[in-house]
């Protein structure tokens, strides 16, 4: 799990059936204390790590989660709809290194409260080697769920969708006032 913060996610993945899981995060205060607190646990590890240049080999994992990282790394955003070029390279990177650190059929996971208007741009990068399919969880609010599948292609559709992650910003529009508004009279021009 990458991002893992304290949450019991990796714990209770453990819980359901994971035999092995693995949760960074690069905050080695937040490692040392979830490593504490699950010591009764040896099939859960814990690294301090930076997401966007991962310590693990190439092919090494079936499955990688993230849950909130990638909001967390874009919360410095100014603008959700444009990007800026340093949050597009810091998203790459991570996911980047997602790819290289899966199997060859490996999943990716991603749970967010990005919709898809803004992160399925990132996801569906063809040089990541992966599908992708979205879905939603919960009532009212809703979590966003990604999953990614490498060796799975995906649809043009969603080529075409990632390649506007690279056109450039559009500008601003023009503001549009309403001319001499001060002067009409709007109220005795109310038909009752
Ligand atoms: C919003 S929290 C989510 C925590 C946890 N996944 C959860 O669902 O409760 C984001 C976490 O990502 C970690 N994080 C942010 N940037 C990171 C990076 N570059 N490498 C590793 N961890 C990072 C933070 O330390 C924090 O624990």
Redesign the pocket.
């Known amino acids: ?7 019991a ?1 990796s714990y209770e993945l453990s819980l359901v059936g994971f035999p092995d899981v693995t949760s ?4 080695s205060v ?1 490692v040392d204390a979830m490593r504490t607190r699950y010591a009764h646990m040896p099939n859960l590890r814990w690294e301090t ?4 240049a991962l310590d693990f080999p190439s092919g090494s994992f079936d499955v990688v989660l ?4 990638l ?3 874009l919360a410095g955003e100014e603008d959700p709809w444009t990007v800026s070029l340093d949050g597009v390279h810091t998203v790459d990177l991570v996911l980047s290194e997602v790819s290289r650190v899966l199997v060859p059929e490996g999943r990716f996971i991603s749970l967010t409260s990005a919709a898809p208007h803004f992160r399925s741009r990132h996801y569906a990068q063809a040089r990541y080697g992966w599908s992708l399919r979205h879905t939603t969880y919960g009532d009212g609010f809703h979590f966003h769920l990604y999953f990614m599948y490498k060796g799975r292609e995906l649809s043009g559709a969603q080529l075409a969708l990632g390649a506007q992650l690279f056109l450039p910003p559009r500008p601003p529009p023009t503001p549009c006032f309403l001319q001499d508004s001060d002067h009409e009279d709007f109220l005795s021009a109310i038909q009752l």
């Open positions: 799990m990458e991002g893992c913060g304290n949450s996610l960074v995060d690069y905050s937040v790590m930076d997401v966007r993230e849950k909130g990282t909001d967390a790394l």
